[in-house]
C-alpha cells in the first residue's frame, strides 16, 4: 500500500519578515510548540543572521537582534 504518513506528525512552517525596528520583537507562528527550529535570514546579504530566539508560549517566540534592523530586513521562518 505504499508509506502512510500521519499529518499530526508532520512538521508545519511559518514564514514572515521582521515587523518592526525594535530590538526585541514578538513573533506569532501558531505551531503549537514549545520547541521550534527557527532561521533567520538576511534578505539583502542572503547570509543567516545569529539572534537570540526564546519561545514565549506554544504559539509565539521573542527574536532578540544585536542591533536594530529595518522592517522586512530579515526574513523568520519558524518549524515546529
Given at each position: 500500500?505504499?508509506?502512510?504518513?500521519?499529518?499530526n506528525?508532520?512538521?508545519?512552517?511559518?514564514?514572515?519578515?521582521?515587523?518592526?525596528?525594535?530590538?526585541?520583537?514578538?513573533?506569532?507562528?501558531?505551531?503549537?510548540?514549545?520547541?521550534?527550529?527557527?532561521?533567520?535570514?538576511?534578505?539583502?546579504s542572503?547570509?543567516?543572521?545569529?539572534?537570540g530566539?526564546?519561545?514565549?508560549?506554544?504559539?509565539?517566540?521573542?527574536?532578540?537582534?544585536?542591533?536594530?534592523?529595518?522592517?522586512?530586513?530579515?526574513?523568520?521562518?519558524?518549524?515546529?
Amino acid at each position: 500500500d505504499g508509506i502512510k504518513v500521519d499529518p499530526n506528525n508532520v512538521p508545519k512552517k511559518y514564514t514572515t519578515a521582521n515587523p518592526s525596528t525594535a530590538l526585541v520583537q514578538g513573533i506569532t507562528h501558531g505551531l503549537g510548540t514549545w520547541y521550534p527550529t527557527v532561521s533567520i535570514w538576511d534578505n539583502g546579504s542572503k547570509s543567516l543572521v545569529l539572534a537570540g530566539v526564546t519561545a514565549t508560549s506554544a504559539d509565539s517566540i521573542s527574536v532578540e537582534f544585536g542591533t536594530a534592523p529595518s522592517v522586512g530586513q530579515y526574513t523568520i521562518t519558524v518549524v515546529g
